[in-house]
């Protein structure tokens, strides 16, 4: 499997997670040197942390709109 040029930071989250199930099916799939082995692995790790970045970003603005919309004042004010 050849790894993805796009930098993760770069990356939103549909990329990030449908490159990272490939990497899984690279590594269950065990055809992979050692050192590809673990070029893949922390690339995974990488898009892991990327897609728990962004699910946490969203969750922030959906909590952000909830409290706005429980409180009518907040929201004229953004």
């Not at 990356?11 to 050692?34: D, G, K, P, R």
């Not at 946490?56 to 953004?78: F, G, H, Q, T, V």
Request: hydrophobic letters at 40%; charged letters at 30%.
């Amino acid at each position: 499997m050849k790894i993805s040029a796009v930098p993760v930071e770069q990356m939103n989250y549909e990329q990030a997670f449908s490159e990272l199930e490939n990497i899984v099916e690279a590594l269950e799939a065990s055809q992979t040197s050692l050192e590809e082995a673990i070029a893949l692995y922390e690339r995974g790790q990488a898009l892991a942390n990327r897609c728990a970045e962004l699910l946490e970003k969203a969750e922030l603005r959906i909590r952000n709109l909830d409290e706005n919309e429980e409180n009518p004042l907040l929201a004229r004010d953004s």
